[in-house]
């Protein structure tokens, strides 16, 4: 009964925070950037043409990303409507179903971890970032680390099986039986979460699980995994969910191979064609600001995954569990494997193997550091490749962050579970970042909207600094571990409320094409005429196409994707709204000479003037 309770108490924790983390106020701020309402327009279209297969943008195919996104956005805009919050429903709910997935691995492979692994997947920078936006970046991040957690239920649990039922067996225990969960399922779920990874952002989902896969398994000296995971009901999973629609699409509109992936699968990869061009070492610095606030504790786990990888490279052996002196009924014991997920837990960490295999066959190490070496082959592997990339954008790394953040929470409970305080200098290092991040959201508004910040400032923003910083440091200095996971969360739910109730009227106002529409909607009525721009960006343009249900048509014409020019350079001979950049009124007066301009209104926040223009003579 007590056992039920905690775990009733650890879901209604979970689900709280999932709540406030991804689905409080997710209309807070409009869609950004030029990706959120191009995704959210498309979903519109497909909805309105009964179309589930091929994805349209203003009534042209437009193949650059697959189909899952599309899917959820359609089925979100069938129960709550089309706006762009419920655009936002499939990322939220892929980051909800990634914290609980988590969670319920973690109760198989490190029982003591689980809640606060689940929790710092829940508090991230870039988890809560991606998990708020309409984008593909999340539904590809969280099915692809489902799945490999899902491997790794697996791998474990077929060591486990492996390896203890001969010891039973030396010891005369022929009969026992080993409680183990149904291996193969977690197989099977591997490769159907992963094909639907590759559904969320395509061939890149099945390719980094191979890499990383192979890199384990070459570390764990266990070449028979691999040929293991190769199962053909598995390999039939994956067809199952992620061939039909390819098959499908491609079938309806034959360029889909050569536009999805030639031009937005390898040429993105292999040349600047989309303008995303940074050095190699980019990666480095996202990753640290991505995994914020727990990045401090993260070192402690590449410490650990590092430290392990010595063994396999022929170095010393490591791990806080010396090898068992013989075969016997106690080394049995230490290592009766973990019940299923339900049951009590009998340490967080198996210990090393009782005695070594004989020299004629192999074997692969034991596991008491092996999912810390696994996590870290995951993160990094991700990492490199992207490194590697000439096109190179934040959300990229995002399968990643997931595995550092576990990383982080296991190499915390690991130094609990040997009564190690936490080192003054990573408590204050820790506060400093918590005070740092609670000292910048006070000025941050002022900065939004470039306005000078005064000394009042600065002594407000300071004084929240220190405050966090001791509500922080003072509790791991004189409590420790059984404090960590309170102090951090507490600043950083006061810190997402104030963004989300004070910050984010500045953000809307100043980076969305909402509140532009809403205004253009109170002057172009009654009779709504054609609405064209200029002089501004493309996130402009697909925002008010989006908000407005209306195609926009730029004077430069309208960049779909690199190469791509649905909408051509043209100035609408009729007479239409044109919405164009403070201090244009010079260049217009040249370009429309015969025409009349009539002022209708601005939007300061942007910087934004709206004329109404005669027809052409």
């Known amino acids: 009964m007590r056992f039920s309770q905690n775990r009733f108490r650890e879901l209604l924790l979970l689900t709280g925070l999932c709540g406030f983390f991804f689905f409080f106020r997710l209309s807070g701020i409009g869609l950004l950037g030029p990706d959120e309402p191009r995704y959210a327009q498309v979903a519109r279209e497909m909805l309105a043409r009964h179309d589930w297969v091929t994805p349209v943008l203003y009534g042209h195919p437009w193949l650059e990303k697959p189909i899952l996104l599309y899917w959820g956005e359609i089925v979100s805009y069938k129960l709550f409507g089309v706006s762009d919050w419920a655009a936002r429903i499939p990322s939220a709910f892929a980051a909800t179903l990634l914290v609980f997935g988590t969670f319920l691995a973690l109760r198989r492979i490190r029982f003591a971890a689980r809640l606060d692994a689940a929790l710092v997947i829940a508090s991230s920078v870039l ?276 595995a550092l953040l576990i990383l982080a929470a296991v190499a915390v409970h690991r130094r609990a579970a040997r009564n190690e305080r936490p080192h003054w200098t990573s408590i204050a290092v820790h506060a400093i970042l918590l005070a740092a991040l609670a000292a910048g959201l006070c000025i941050a508004p002022r900065l939004i909207f470039k306005l000078p910040t005064s000394a009042q400032n600065l002594m407000i923003a300071a004084l929240a600094g220190t405050v966090i910083f001791l509500i922080v440091a003072l509790p791991l200095l004189t409590a420790g571990w059984p404090t960590w996971r309170f102090v951090t969360l507490l600043p950083l739910i006061l810190a997402v409320g104030l963004v989300l109730r004070a910050m984010a009227p500045a953000l809307d106002a100043t980076q969305s094409s909402r509140p532009v529409a809403e205004l253009l909607q109170q002057i172009n009525q009654p009779g709504p005429l054609p609405l064209a721009t200029f002089a501004l960006n493309r996130n402009t343009a697909f925002g008010l196409a989006f908000y407005l249900d209306r195609r926009v048509a730029p004077y430069e014409g309208l960049e779909i994707s690199p190469t791509v020019y649905e909408l051509p350079a043209a100035i609408p001979a009729s007479a239409h709204i044109l919405v164009t950049r403070s201090g244009s009124l010079p260049a217009l007066r040249l370009l429309l000479a015969n025409r009349t301009l009539r002022f209708l209104g601005f939007y300061r926040p942007q910087h934004i003037e709206i004329y109404q223009v005669s027809p052409a003579p």
């Open 127 to 402: 988890i809560l970032g991606f998990a708020r936006a309409a984008a593909t970046d999340m539904l590809l991040a969280a099915p692809f680390s489902l799945s490999l957690l899902a491997w790794f239920c697996w791998y474990q649990s077929n060591w486990r099986v492996a390896h203890i039922r001969p010891l039973l067996a030396n010891v005369g225990n022929r009969n026992a039986e080993i409680s183990e969960p149904s291996t193969r399922l977690c197989l099977f779920a591997f490769y159907a979460l992963n094909a639907l990874a590759m559904l969320a952002k395509g061939p890149v989902a099945p390719a980094l699980a191979a890499f990383i896969l192979v890199a384990f398994c070459a570390t764990q000296r266990n070449w028979r995994a691999i040929m293991r995971t190769l199962d053909p009901i598995g390999i039939a999973v994956f067809l199952a969910v992620a061939a039909p629609w390819y098959v499908l699409v491609q079938l309806r509109t034959p360029e889909f191979f050569r536009v999805f992936f030639l031009e937005h699968n390898l040429a993105r990869f292999g040349s600047n064609l989309y303008r995303h061009k940074q050095p190699f070492w980019y990666y480095i610095p996202v990753a640290l600001v991505a995994t914020l606030p727990w990045t401090v504790w993260l070192f402690h786990g590449l410490s650990d995954a590092f430290r392990a990888l010595a063994p396999a490279a022929g170095g010393p052996s490591v791990g806080p569990y010396p090898p068992a002196p013989a075969v016997g009924a106690a080394s049995v014991a230490a290592y009766t494997p973990a019940p299923a997920v339900g049951g009590p837990s009998v340490g967080p960490y198996p210990p090393a193997p009782a005695a070594p295999a004989p020299a004629a066959q192999e074997a692969p190490v034991s596991p008491g550091y092996a999912f810390e070496v696994f996590l870290a082959i995951w993160a990094l592997i991700p990492i490199l490749f992207f490194s590697l990339s000439r096109s190179k954008l934040p959300g990229y790394i995002l399968p990643s962050i997931p």
